[in-house]
């Protein structure tokens, strides 16, 4: 069954878009970027509403788009699943009309129990005779699911399927959508800028960034230190320090910067993305650092591997589920995460004195498209 | 009833122009266009002779004429307007958008200026005139003539309405049809007609009630001739001249046409889930 492949060049007005893919079945792959990266141009040129300008489209082991042998099968004969953040269902049609919709036969006894099937996988059962309108906005976006897979589609395009519900929700069709994709194994391609939707659900991530793949992989790492700046801010790194690199330190494959008074041990080769030899001596420079990756002391630890130990103050506690995010000033503002019990068992309140302590290699370089302003 | 129905007047959240002078407009509004309504169904009845004058001659074959040369005028319109309209919808280029602000001039223009204009093109004299001779076509003064000034000055009223129509139904949904297995055309019957419905027949309502009182472009294109150009309003006009009865027939029967086509109007066009697109 399907393997959908195949790269792809776009150009709209100005933006230029260039895509590449290979999703196994029962895969998900997940596009991650910005609004204006050309995530939805993506989805939209593989199933054929927008015309590459050059590229090479196969779903399901079928060639669908080949520029160099000029064939473009058009959109209705693509066999390709596409779901929008509206979910567009059809208004006229009651659920059991809108699952049916693509159906050759809808009025066969085949199609009725396909209805059937999709209505009772979905949790649609008793449903069916209801407008789409009458539906909550899960339900909704079930039936645009069945509707989807009841024309057994070769590849399916989620288009921020969840970005109109609300994290509860969102949640629980996650797991659906990963049970449903257990049960008939279709390759998938989800669009997202959520990044706890790209964790939850992508086998792999490509990061997409103004219309180009600047980064891809494995979702945790891909997404845990991300090298672009804007990624880094979407993927909500928590910490983004500007520094300036005081020295070098090849050997160790380390560098010592500064920036705000403080005084940082960061990896040299830290950007995944650079093939040069990192940055230059006074080069301005963005550090990023996740705040589950900071640690809390109360007092200076010693006989530590951590190369970043930084005294501070607290500035403000604040829930953050499943735990909180503590918010130090240690000459530059810093947050770090901490769990219920750590809080309550160290007495974290804001005015304590505390140590931030973390490893080199959690801190990473962050390139920013503009240039950072100087740290002093 | 009338107390509560004016507590519920003086309700009406708004400026004083909707408390104090709102309703004493819509009185006097509501008097104007009643008053001669009623009194020519009141003199119709007592004329009597109802029935007699519907089944004159002069009334018969003008009511017949109009039912076919306003079909023939919308099934036209219906053919040729439906396309363009879908394409004004949908194209947003300059030269469409120029061409979309012009439609509705006939609808603004005087009908007997229509009349006069299509004299100039299509007439004896007229621009397409010599063209029109040497294949043997005579248009002016002929029941085609009649259906030309039908379409002329209806089909804006249905491509207008049809153009918001098909606007209202977003792109994406014929996307997702076709990613669904449906094809262009099966997307356009299936989903967007259906969808555009409500916005179509009004707008065929329209036009159609249009087409039937067509007077001035048809007069001055095609004439008044019995069992050819003259159409009903041609016929009440010329039988209040001789027969009273005839024409007080004729009236209410358009009368009664148009309120049929108000209520159907409004029964037709508002499915369940209207303002769900």
Known sequence: MPVSKGWLKCRVGGFSLEADWHIEEGEVLVLFGPSGAGKTTTLRAIAGLVRPEEGRVELGGRVVYDSA???????????????????????????????????????????????????????LEGLEDRYTWQLSGGQQQRVALARALATTP???????????????????????????????PIPVLLVTHDREEALALGDSVQVIDDGRIVDQGEPLQVLGQPGRGRVARLAGVENLLMMTVESRN?????????????????????????????????????VGIRSSDIILASEEPRGTSARNRLPGTVTTVDPRPPGYEVTLDC???????????????????????????????SCFLVQEEMPPPPAD | MMGASLARLRGIPGLPVAGIFGPAATVIYLLFIGLPVLALLIRAAQHGNFLTGLVGDLALTALR?????????????????????????????????????????????????????????????????????????????????????????????????????????????????????????????????????????TGFALAWARSLSEFGATIMFAGNLMGKTQTMPLAIMTAMESSLDSALALSVLLLAGSVTILIGLGLATRPKWQNRL
């Not at chain 1, 494959?253 to 230059?280: F, N, W, Y």
């Not at chain 1, 005015?351 to 973390?358: C, D, E, L, S, T």
């Not at chain 2, 030309?148 to 209202?168: D, E, M, N, T």
């Open chain 1, 250 to 286: 090849p050997r160790d494959g380390t560098m010592i910067c500064t920036g705000g008074g403080v005084k940082l041990e960061v990896p040299l080769d830290a950007a995944p993305s650079d093939q040069s030899d990192g940055p230059r001596q006074r080069e301005n420079i963005t």
């Open chain 1, 154 to 184: 070769q590849l399916l395009l989620l288009d921020e399927p969840f970005a109109s519900l609300d994290n509860e929700l969102r949640r629980e069709l996650r797991r659906e959508l990963r049970a449903m994709l257990v049960e008939s």
């Open chain 1, 69 to 123: 042998v000029h064939i473009s099968v058009p959109v209705h004969r693509r066999q390709v699943g596409y779901l929008t953040q509206q979910y567009h269902l059809f208004p006229h049609l009651n659920v059991a009309g809108n699952i049916a919709y693509g159906l050759p036969d809808r009025r066969q006894p085949d199609a009725r129990g396909k209805v059937e099937r999709l209505a009772k996988m979905l949790r």
């Open chain 1, 331 to 361: 000459g530059v503002p810093l947050k770090a995460q901490v769990t219920g019990a750590a809080m309550s068992e160290m007495g974290i309140r804001p005015g304590q004195n505390i140590w931030a302590v973390f490893k080199a290699s």
């Open chain 2, 65 to 201: 004429l109009s039912l076919i040369t306003s079909s023939i005028s919308m099934g036209i319109i219906l053919l040729v307007g439906t396309p363009f309209a879908y394409l004004l919808a949908r194209n947003t280029s300059w030269i469409l958008r120029i061409v979309d602000s012009l439609i509705e001039l006939p609808i603004v223009l005087p009908p007997v200026v229509a009349g006069v204009a299509m004299l100039m093109a299509f007439g004896r004299q007229g621009v397409l005139g010599p063209v029109l001779e040497t294949l043997g076509i005579g248009l002016p003064f002929t029941t085609g003539a009649v259906v030309f000034a039908q379409i002329f000055v209806a089909a804006p009223f249905y491509i207008r309405s049809a153009k918001l129509g098909f606007q209202s139904v977003a792109r994406d949904y014929e996307d997702i049809s076709q990613t669904l297995g449906i094809s262009p055309w099966g997307t356009f019957w299936r989903l967007t007609v259906p969808l555009a419905a409500p916005s179509l027949l």
